[in-house]
T-cell receptor, first 114, second 112 residues
Framework: ETGVTQSPTHLIKTRGQQVTLRCSSQSGHNTVSWYQQALGQGPQFIFQYYREEENGRGNFPPRFSGLQFPNYSSELNVNALELDDSALYLCASSDASGNWDEQFFGPGTRLTVL | DQQVKQNSPSLSVQEGRISILNCDYT??????FLWYKKYPAEGPTFLIS?????DKNEDGRFTVFLNKSAKHLSLHSVPSQPGDSAVYFC???????????FGAGTRLTVKP
């Protein structure tokens, strides 16, 4: 059984560009949540996908969007990057929406916006 | 809006002693609380949780206490071990809503 994996590990972009981050869920998990963790802060909930549908969203603008695929892997897309988007982006998968005890996190993608 | 607060950025304890991490929240709608541990270059890992219908939950060396009237929870671990050195995040959720709010974390150092 493989854990949650994320790619790439690190990424550098310039302001105004677009970025796509990827997440492979743990085997058997149908729910993925994405978080943004700025330096010195805790993770902030971006949104959750359950069986390919958005199932909850935090206080992030529409330029943050996502997809979940039939194999339950997921993408986070950010358009028109801003300097403040520099952060560690974490994804977490679980076998059911709201099953927080069984939410497993990936190691994250470190995004730097210059 | 910082609805979950961990006011101590760091804590240092001696191996074998008790460590107590604190967390405060402002949203009375929160009904499920969790603690996560995070090592460098890894994602957070679930440690222990508590529902708002309880005031205490134990799992091995770890106990979480919830004081709803004070909107405060704490994580006790005894005896502390060097492997416990990590950043600990407190998190809270409203079960009927699919999001979770995290505190900023407390870095625990357990000294041998």
């Amino acid at each position: 059984e493989t854990g949650v994996t994320q790619s790439p590990t690190h990424l550098i972009k310039t302001r105004g560009q677009q970025v796509t981050l990827r997440c492979s869920s743990q085997s058997g998990h149908n729910t993925v949540s994405w978080y943004q963790q700025a330096l010195g802060q805790g993770p902030q909930f971006i949104f959750q996908y359950y069986r390919e549908e958005e199932n909850g969203r935090g206080n992030f603008p529409p330029r943050f969007s996502g997809l979940q695929f039939p194999n339950y892997s997921s993408e986070l897309n950010v358009n028109a990057l801003e300097l403040d988007d520099s952060a560690l982006y974490l994804c977490a998968s679980s076998d059911a929406s709201g099953n927080w005890d069984e939410q497993f996190f990936g190691p994250g993608t470190r995004l730097t916006v210059l | 809006d910082q609805q979950v607060k961990q006011n101590s950025p760091s804590l240092s304890v001696q191996e074998g002693r008790i460590s107590i991490l604190n967390c405060d929240y402002t949203n009375s709608m929160f009904d499920y609380f969790l603690w996560y541990k995070k090592y460098p270059a890894e994602g957070p890992t679930f440690l222990i949780s508590i529902s708002s219908i309880k005031d205490k939950n134990e799992d091995g060396r770890f106990t979480v206490f919830l004081n709803k009237s004070a909107k405060h929870l704490s994580l006790h671990s005894v005896p502390s071990q060097p492997g416990d050195s990590a950043v600990y995040f407190c998190a809270a959720s409203v079960v009927l809503r699919n999001d979770m709010r995290f505190g900023a974390g407390t870095r625990l150092t357990v000294k041998p």
